[in-house]
């Protein structure tokens, strides 16, 4: 065999003088591991079990790369480089990275090159591509074609920076209202969740034309659910029916669907024992149970928690080979210091020796699979007309219009035409989040950056004038621990936007939670949600909810609009005195200009809840999907789903799948029956439903199926969403939408065995999981 050339990076040719089947691209990615890895020292092979995550950093257009500090990161942890979160622009980023991966591919005895890892939630996560909105604001949209052309965008934008390998999607099912990372998730359904994940795998991980992965995706995190305290890396209950009905299906969609190539193990310890080393969990269940084939790889420090905080490992060594023997195979560690490297004095311990070269065969079989060793580096020419091209823009906007959802509308306030504004007067936009880009922390951080895109108070102006617009911050602060002087300072904050209202016609008052200090060009703001914060308090931090009652007190009519990846408990002395609310979520770059369009009717809002709002503070968990006996303890009766009873249901009225639009839907003639394929002789329910648009302007509807089961093993939930679709109808037009259910997808586990039902169920198909907004029909199965 020749030697081969490595592909042309930059102008350079590498010539390789090595005729190994590893440089052979006609060999399959697991033949060209398997001959790579028994080249390695076994140095080398746990040089590739780490990496670093956060190349170097860069702030206010100046590039810090400490070379010292990298080089002796490199030494040791060299499988993957990722560029962490960035203050800078691509365009500065890319030509860095890009030397870094050359020298490595230089300098590495076998021309190994890294493979960049990166988050990816609303995009890039540093300046200069597509911002797109938050997980939780997508979602809202419900809409799958839409989703997967914005993961197409997203994934382009990330491998014309080199990314071929993001840590997402993330799967967690939003259960409590205080996690500060519910804006990176998708909602409260299970069902939902899966949809949603599995079209982001299928997106990300589709080959190129020769093959290839495009971008390797990371499911997780494997395992994160209730009972946490809304804490990012507390412990959790791990009952086995609990994990696998509850947790655990969108896992089981997406591996039988899309076969994520990697999964993180989450920080949280189940039942006692921390999933870094969770082996039963890991094996038994991730891989025996829901068949996940993939490289599971720790999260970011996990594994010296294990040793700092858990306190289940003696030593850094002890830690490495009880994560490396539960079935971890790459190690996550932004700074450095890995405890993977501990695995170097091991190498005469047999077992050791065969989870590492099996870790090392499945990691090195992602960079073969993504064309690592045979694909060239990216181009600033193809970075420039990649991201933020047109079409990208335009997709954004278009889900952006659909993630806004609409909670309350009364006697058709909304929407304002421009004859109403000059006819009422000025409008006064409020609120700490009226004048920034709310966009969570796994955004870029030049959020303030006019390149941006507009915030709502932008937007507002942009479109009906400055003169026409009045603005006020309202609070100085949002942090929930304030003292006397931020006190005084909110006071007279309030009382000046109080005069602003009062100058107007109309006041929308911006709250929610988020950035915390708005100020520019620090990258460790003050935040009331995302990883590492959680809220104390489920009502807006701060002063927000006076600065709602001052501007409510003054009888100017207003609309109120939520923005952060949390709800709030809205109180009906704020519910009942709104003329309007909507929650924006976490936001996009079209966010603010979406909302104007919709304020003014331009755009019919479309998005529907993906978790329920508590009806009050202490009143959750609230989701819609709660067991009958979750609903019992009140002394009302069993028909009402009493709960704290009289004071509440467990069926909150701004419940999952809710939302309004300018123009009324009718569901009618629901049809259900079971159909039995004549080739397989599989059954499925059929469902069928028209949909009537009977308001005046076209809207696009979100029909939703849920069902139960009349009798089960075990106690089961009121009813589950199992199909949903989103369709666009104008007025006085019907349209029939038909639903298959293979039957075997009405099945729960029973102590890990898969069981499907016989007998009597229940369907409900509509537009809310509200009863009064479904229509329920029976079937014998
Ligand atoms: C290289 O690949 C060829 C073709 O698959 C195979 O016949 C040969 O045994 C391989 N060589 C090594 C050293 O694995
Ligand atoms: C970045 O620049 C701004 C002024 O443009 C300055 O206020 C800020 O302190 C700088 N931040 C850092 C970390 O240098
Ligand atoms: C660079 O990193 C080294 C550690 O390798 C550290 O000692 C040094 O202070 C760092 N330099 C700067 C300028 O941060
Ligand atoms: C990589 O090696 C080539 C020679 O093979 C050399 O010309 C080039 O400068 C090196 N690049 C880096 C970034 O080390
Ligand atoms: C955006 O939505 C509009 C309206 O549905 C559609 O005509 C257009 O093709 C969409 N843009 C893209 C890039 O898909
Ligand atoms: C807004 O203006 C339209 C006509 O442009 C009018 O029909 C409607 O009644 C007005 N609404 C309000 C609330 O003033
Ligand atoms: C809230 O208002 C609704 C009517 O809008 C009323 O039915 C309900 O009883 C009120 N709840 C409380 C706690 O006052
Ligand atoms: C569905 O049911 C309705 C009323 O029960 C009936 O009028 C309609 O024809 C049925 N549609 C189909 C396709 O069976
Ligand atoms: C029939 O159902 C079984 C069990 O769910 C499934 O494995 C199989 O793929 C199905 N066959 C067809 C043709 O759908
Ligand atoms: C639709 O418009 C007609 C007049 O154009 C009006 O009478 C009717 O109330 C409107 N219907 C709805 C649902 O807004
Ligand atoms: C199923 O249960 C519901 C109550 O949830 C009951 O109304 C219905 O009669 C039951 N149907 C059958 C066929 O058992």
Redesign the pocket.
């Known amino acids: 065999m020749a030697a081969r050339l490595l592909p042309i990076l930059l102008g350079v040719t590498f010539c390789i003088n090595v005729n190994a089947n590893y440089t052979d691209p006609s060999l399959g990615p697991g033949q060209r591991s398997q001959d790579l890895l028994q080249r390695l020292t076994w140095e080398e092979k746990i040089g590739q079990m780490g990496g670093i995550r956060a190349a170097f950093t860069s702030v206010n257009g100046t590039v810090?790369f400490?070379?010292?500090?990298f080089?002796?990161i490199r030494l040791k942890e060299n499988g993957q480089i990722g560029y962490g979160r960035q203050a800078n622009w691509a365009a500065e980023l890319l030509p860095i990275m890009n030397r870094l991966r050359m020298e490595q591919i230089n300098s590495s005895r076998l021309h190994i090159p890294y493979i960049i890892i990166a988050d990816s939630v609303n995009g890039l996560w540093f300046s200069g591509g597509t911002l797109f909105p938050g997980t939780s604001s997508m979602a809202s949209s419900w809409n799958l074609p839409l989703y997967e052309q914005v993961i197409q965008a997203s994934r382009d934008e990330n491998m014309a920076m080199g990314i071929n390998w993001v840590l997402s999607p993330e799967v967690d099912i939003v259960k409590d209202p205080r996690n500060g990372r519910n804006g990176e998730m998708y909602g409260e359904d299970s069902y939902l969740v899966g949809e949603f994940a599995t079209k982001y795998i299928k997106t990300m991980q589709e080959k190129d034309e020769r093959g290839f992965y495009k971008v390797a995706t990371t499911i997780k995190h494997f395992v994160f659910g209730t009972g946490s305290g809304g804490i990012n890396r507390a412990s959790m209950a791990g009952g086995l029916n609990h994990i696998l009905n509850d947790l655990a299906p969108p896992y089981q969609k997406a591996i039988k669907e899309a076969q994520p190539l990697s999964l993180m193990a989450s920080y949280s310890a189940v039942d006692g024992v921390p999933m870094s080393v969770n082996k039963y969990l890991l094996q038994n269940v991730l891989q025996d149970i829901l068949g996940f084939k993939g490289l599971i790889m720790s999260d970011a420090n996990a594994i010296e928690l294990l040793l700092n905080t858990h306190k289940v490992a003696s030593s850094r060594k002890d830690a490495a080979r009880k994560a490396l023997s539960a079935g971890l195979k790459h190690e996550l560690k932004p700074g450095g210091g890995g405890l993977f490297t501990e695995l170097s004095s091991m190498s005469g311990d047999k077992d050791v020796v065969a989870l590492v070269d099996a870790s090392v065969r499945a990691f090195l079989e992602i960079k073969f699979a993504t064309g690592m060793f045979d694909l060239p580096l990216p181009t600033i020419e193809n970075m420039q007309s990649t991201l933020r091209n047109p079409r990208h823009l335009e997709i954004n906007k278009n889900i952006t219009r659909e993630s806004i959802v609409m909670l309350k509308n009364d006697d058709e306030f909304l929407p304002r035409t421009k004859s109403n504004i000059s006819a009422t007067g000025k409008i006064a936009v409020v609120g700490p989040y009226a004048d920034v880009i709310n966009a969570g922390n796994y955004a870029p951080v030049v959020l303030y950056d006019p390149r941006y895109g507009d915030s709502f108070l932008s937007s507002f102006q942009k479109v009906l004038g400055k003169d026409n617009i009045l603005h006020a911050q309202g609070t100085s602060k949002i942090l929930p621990n304030y003292d006397d002087d931020a006190q005084q300072q909110d006071e007279a904050a309030i009382a000046a936007a109080v005069e602003k209202v009062k100058e107007a016609g109309l006041a929308v008052v911006i709250l929610g939670s988020g950035l915390g200090n708005f100020m520019p060009n620090t990258i460790n703001n003050d935040r009331t949600d995302t990883e590492g914060w959680s809220h104390p308090d489920l009502g807006f931090p701060g002063a927000q909810q006076q600065l709602l009652d001052a501007v409510l007190d003054t009888g100017v009519p207003t609309i109120l609009v939520m923005s952060s990846g949390q709800t709030f408990p809205l109180p009906n002395s704020t519910f009942n005195r709104c003329r309007a609310i909507f929650h924006s979520w976490l936001a996009g770059e079209y966010t603010g200009s979406s909302f104007v369009e919709i304020f003014l009717g331009e755009t019919n809002p479309s998005g529907k809840l993906t978790v329920t709002i508590p009806e009050h503070n202490g009143a959750f968990p609230v989701n819609y999907d709660f067991l009958p006996s979750d609903a019992g303890g009140g002394f009302g009766t069993s028909l009402a789903y009493d709960w704290h009873w009289p004071q509440l249901t467990r069926k909150a009225p701004l419940a999952f799948g809710f939302g309004l639009s300018y123009t009324t839907f009718s569901v009618s003639s629901v049809n259900v029956s079971v159909s039995t394929n004549a080739a397989s002789s599989n059954q499925s329910v059929a469902i069928q439903a028209t949909v009537s648009n009977v308001g005046n302007v076209s809207g696009k509807e979100v029909l939703q199926v849920y069902f139960r089961a009349n009798y089960s093993i075990i106690e089961r939930p009121v009813m589950k969403l199992i199909r949903f679709e989103k369709l666009e109808v104008d007025p006085a037009e019907k349209k029939i939408i038909n639903f298959d259910i293979p039957i075997d997808e009405l099945g729960y586990f029973v102590t890990g065995d898969w069981v499907v039902e016989r007998g009597n169920y229940a369907f409900w198909v509509g537009t809310s999981s509200r009863y009064e907004d479904l229509r329920r029909v029976e079937l014998v199965i």
Do not use: Q, W
């Open positions: 810090r400490n070379r010292s500090a080089e002796e």
